[in-house]
C-alpha cells in the first residue's frame, strides 16, 4: 500500500479529489489516470445537456467521474460503486471533502455484475470504465440503463482492437481487425459492434451517440432505445494496401480490390453506421452559452474548462456529417511539400467534395473523395 507521501490533492474544476500518484497501473491502490480529466470534463458536458439526473459509477475508484457528475453534471444521484475496499475508502472520504449531502448518493462494495443482477434501480446513465476489457460487464450493466437512458463504456485494451493480437480481438469482440492508417477508427467500430450485439441478444436496443479514440483508450456512449435496429449497420470495412483505396461494405464479403485487382485486407463485423448524433453534438457545442447557466460565475467558470472542448466536439461534427468508418492521413500521399490541413480539405470541397479533419489525431482528415481523387486534387 502506498504512503501517505504518495497520495495528493488536486482539483478537477470544482471537484476536490484525495488521490494514490505515481505510475498508472492496477498496483495503484485505488485508480486514478490525470490524462482522463479531457474525458471527465466530456462526461459533464454530455451529461449536463442530455439531463442526467441519476447514475451508476460501476467501477468508481475514486470516484472522480461521479463527483464530477454531482458538483458540475446537474445530477441529483450518484451510486458509487466499487469491488476494491481502498477504492470505497477513497470515494466516501472525497465525497466528504467535496461536502456532498448523504442523500445526494449511495456507495456500495460488490462486484460489478453481482451488482446489476442484483438491484432493481434503473439509472439515467451507466458508466462501465474498467482497467482492460468492458466486454465482460456489458449484458448486466445495460439492465440497470432506463429506457432512453445512456450507457458510456471505455476500453483500455488497445492493442487488441487496434489489431496487434488479432486472435484475442476475435475471442474478446468476435470480429476480425485491421492494423493500417486508419487502425483506431476500425478498432472503435469493433468495440461499438461488440457491444450493441451484446445488446441485440436481450433485445435492448444500443445506439451510438458520442465516440472518441483518445490517446490509450477508446470511449462509446450508447443511448438505450427499444428492438434492435442498430444491427443493420453491421458489415466490413476493406482496406487495398497497393492503391489505398478503402470502402465498406454491409454484410457482403470481398476478395479483390475493385479499381486494382490486388488481395483486400479487411475487417469485421464492424459498426458501420454513424457514431455521433448530429442533434447531440450541436447541442453540447453549445454547451458554454451565457443563457444556460443561472449565474455569470457558473457561465465563466464552464467557460475558461472547455474551449478545447469546443474545438473537440466541432470536429465531432464534421466527422458525423460526413458520416465514413475510415479516414485518411496527409502522410500517406508523400507529397513533397505537405499542404497545410485548411488548404486541403478547401481544396477538396471546391471539388465537390466533403471533407473535414478527424479527431484522432492532427494529421488526420475524413473525405468522400477516394486515395486517388484526393490526389489528384492536390497535385
Same mark, same amino acid.
Given at each position: 500500500?502506498?504512503?501517505?507521501? $504518495? ?25 486514478? $489516470? ?9 462526461? =459533464? ?6 439531463? =442526467? ?53 449511495? =456507495?456500495?462494495?460488490?462486484?460489478? $455484475? ?127 494496401? +497497393?492503391? +489505398? ?105 471546391? +471539388? ?16 468522400d473523395a477516394n486515395f486517388k481523387e484526393i ?5
Amino acid at each position: 500500500m502506498y504512503a501517505e507521501s $504518495n497520495m495528493e490533492t488536486i482539483k478537477e474544476s470544482k471537484t476536490k479529489l484525495r488521490v494514490h500518484t505515481g505510475e498508472i497501473s492496477k498496483r495503484l491502490p485505488v485508480f486514478y $489516470n490525470p490524462e482522463k480529466k479531457f474525458d471527465r470534463d466530456l462526461s =459533464v458536458i454530455f451529461a449536463r445537456d442530455t439531463g =442526467v439526473k441519476s447514475t451508476l459509477d460501476l467501477m468508481c475508484a475514486s470516484g472522480a467521474r461521479g463527483m464530477r457528475f454531482l458538483t458540475e453534471g446537474g445530477a441529483e444521484h450518484v451510486h458509487f460503486n466499487d469491488i476494491n475496499p481502498e477504492g470505497i475508502k477513497s470515494a466516501r472520504a472525497n465525497l466528504r471533502a467535496n461536502k456532498i449531502s448523504k442523500e445526494k448518493y449511495s =456507495v456500495t462494495k460488490k462486484e460489478a $455484475n453481482l451488482l446489476c443482477a442484483t438491484i432493481k434501480e434503473k439509472f439515467d446513465f451507466v458508466d462501465v470504465d474498467p482497467f482492460g476489457s468492458p466486454i465482460n460487464f456489458i449484458s448486466t450493466a445495460i439492465r440497470r440503463v432506463a429506457l432512453g437512458g445512456y450507457i458510456a463504456v471505455t476500453a483500455t485494451d488497445t492493442a487488441p482492437l487496434y489489431g496487434v493480437f488479432p486472435k484475442k480481438c476475435i475471442k474478446r469482440y468476435g470480429s476480425r481487425p485491421m492494423r493500417n492508417v486508419f487502425g483506431h477508427e476500425t478498432a472503435m467500430r469493433i468495440l461499438a459492434k461488440a457491444i450493441i450485439e451484446l445488446g441485440a441478444k436481450q433485445d435492448i436496443g444500443l445506439e451510438p451517440v458520442l465516440s472518441h479514440a483518445t490517446k490509450h483508450y477508446y470511449r462509446i456512449y450508447f443511448r438505450k432505445t427499444r428492438g434492435s435496429k442498430e444491427i443493420d449497420n453491421f458489415g466490413f470495412l476493406y482496406f487495398c494496401s +497497393k492503391c +489505398k483505396h478503402r470502402f465498406y461494405e454491409n454484410l457482403k464479403l470481398k476478395e479483390f480490390c475493385p479499381l486494382c485487382r490486388e488481395r483486400l485486407n479487411f475487417a469485421g463485423f464492424v459498426y458501420i453506421g454513424n457514431l455521433w448524433d448530429k442533434q447531440l453534438l450541436k447541442k453540447m457545442s453549445c454547451f458554454g452559452k451565457y443563457d444556460s447557466y443561472k449565474t455569470e460565475d457558473e457561465w465563466l467558470h464552464i467557460n475558461s474548462l472547455k474551449s478545447v472542448h469546443r474545438r473537440f466536439i466541432d470536429m465531432l461534427q464534421g466527422e458525423a456529417e460526413i458520416n465514413l468508418p475510415y479516414f485518411y492521413e496527409v502522410g500517406e500521399f508523400k507529397f513533397k511539400a505537405a499542404p497545410k490541413m485548411d488548404f486541403l480539405l478547401e481544396a477538396l470541397r471546391k +471539388k465537390g467534395f466533403k471533407a473535414a479533419r478527424c479527431h484522432i489525431h492532427g494529421d488526420a482528415f475524413k473525405t468522400d473523395a477516394n486515395f486517388k481523387e484526393i490526389k489528384k486534387t492536390i497535385l
